[in-house]
C-alpha cells in the first residue's frame, strides 16, 4: 500500500508497527447538528481507506470518537461552546443534543453504507484519561496553569508544525488579527488542555479535576481515547485537512509528551467539498445533508458514488448538475451488473487480472475513481462470461460499498399497498372458509401483477418483483 503522508509530504509505502495489524483512527464529529455532506465525504475517504485496506489483507481496528463537550467555535480556543450553542438553539439540554445528533450521523453513515467503525468512544466517558495525560504533562513542563486553565506549552514540543509546515512568524499574525487573543497563554499558540475558569455560564459537562471543577479542551479528546483503545503507538491517523492544524498537531504534541518517543507514523487527510461559493457550511446558503439529497430525490449511494469518482486529495465542487451525472451513470452501471446472467465457470486466470488491477488502484494511495473504472473495465471485457463478471464486481463491491449486486426494493405508493393489504386480508378468509381455489386465484393474480406473496409464521407479506 502506497500513501500521500502529510507528515512527510510525500507518498510512502504503509508499514504498520506489528505486521498486517492496523491501527487506525478517525477524528469523529462533534454532535451539535447534522453532518453536512461535506462532513461526510470525510467519512466516506476513510471507509474507503479502511476497507482498501482489509481487501489488501491487513486487519484493520478503526476507532473514532464522539465530540459532545469541549468544541469551541474557533480552533482557537475561544468562541462559543458548540454543544451548548446547538443545546440553546433548540431549546434542549446538552446531552439530548449529543444524543439526537450522534444517532443522526449513525444514521447517515448506515445510508451512505460507510461501516461503523468497531470503537466509538464519547468525549465525555474518558475525563480520568485526560486527567491522567494532563497530570504527567504538568508534571514534566510540557504544560503550565494560567488564570485558572492548563495549557499547553507548545515551545516544549518536537517539531509542532512539522505536520501542517505553517511558519510560526505568519501563525502570529495571524492570531493577532482574527481571534482575540488569551492573555494567560505564554506563547500565542499554546493551546488549553483542560478549562477550568469557565467564561460559559451555565456550563452543564463539568467534572471535578485537581485544578479544579472544568472541563477537557477539544484536542486532549482524541489523544487520551487513542491512548485507552490502541496504547502507546498508532499507525494510521485520519480526517479533514482542517484537522492538520491546530487540532492533529496538537493531538502529535500532548500524545508523544505523553508517551515519550514518536507516536503516529502515517497522517492521511481528505480534502474539502465545496459548494460553488466556497466552502461548505452548516449555517450559510443550503444545510446540505444527506436527508435533504434523499428529499430531492436522490439515493445516499449516488452521492457517494459521485465522491468515489475523484481522488480524496483533491478538492471537490458540489453542483446539482454533477451529482445529476454521477446518479444516471450510477443507474446505468447498477442495471448492467444486475442484467449479467451469472451463468457459467469462474475464470480464475482471467479473473485475477482484474483482481491485481483493483488491488493496484487501492495501493496507488487510494485511487477510488481507477477503482470504479476496473468494474467498467470487467463489463466491457467481452472474454469473461457473465458469472465471472458478476462474481468479481461482488468481490469489488466489498470496498466500493454501492450496492451493485443488490436488487432494488421497488417503491410502493400507498393506495397500492392498501390494495394489496386488502387482498391478503380476503385471501386470508377465503382460506379460513376452506376456499383454496379463491385463495390461490388471488395469489396468481397479484403474481401476475408482480406481486408475490410470501407466506411467513408470523403471517403473509410481499415483494414487488
Ligand atoms: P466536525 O463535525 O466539524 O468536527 O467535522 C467532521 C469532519 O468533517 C472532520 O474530519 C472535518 O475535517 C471534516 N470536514 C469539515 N468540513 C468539510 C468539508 N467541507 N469537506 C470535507 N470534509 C469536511
Ligand atoms: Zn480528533
Sequence with gaps: ????????????????HDGNKVKMYTCGPTVYNYAHIGNLRTYIFEDMLEKGLTYLGYDVTRAMNITDVGHLTSDGDTGEDKMAKGAKRE???????????????LKD??????????????????????????QKMIDEDYAYISNGNVYFDISKAKDYYQLSGKNPDDLKVGVRDTVEED??????????LWFTLSKFENQVMKWDSPWGVGYPGWHIECSGINYKVFGEYLDI???????????????????????????CNYWCHGAYLNDESGKMSKSKGEFLTVSLLEKKGYSPLDYRYFCLNSHYR??????YESLDGARNAYKKLKSKVLSLSREGDYQEDKAKQYILQFKDAISSDLNTSLMVTTVYDVLKDEELNDATKYALIEDFDKVLSLDLTKEEKKEVDSDLEAMILSKIEERKEAKKNKDFAKADQIRDELLSQGIKLIDTREGTTYEIQ
Design 237 to 263: 491517523h485520519c480526517g479533514g485537512v482542517d484537522n492538520i492544524f491546530p487540532h492533529h498537531s496538537n493531538e502529535i504534541a500532548q500524545s508523544e509528551a505523553f508517551v515519550g518517543h514518536k507516536w
Design 183 to 192: 492573555k494567560a497563554k505564554r506563547n500565542p499558540a499554546d493551546f488549553v
Design 314 to 319: 483533491n478538492p471537490l465542487v458540489f453542483t
Design 1 to 16: 500500500m502506497k500513501i500521500y503522508n502529510t507528515l512527510s509530504k510525500q507518498i510512502e509505502e504503509f508499514i504498520p
Design 91 to 105: 431549546g434542549k439540554t446538552v446531552y439530548e443534543i449529543a444524543e439526537f445528533y450522534t444517532d443522526a450521523f
Design 109 to 134: 453513515m448506515r445510508s451512505l453504507n460507510i461501516k461503523v467503525p468497531s470503537i466509538i468512544e464519547k468525549a465525555s466517558d474518558n475525563i480520568d484519561i485526560y486527567i491522567k495525560m494532563i
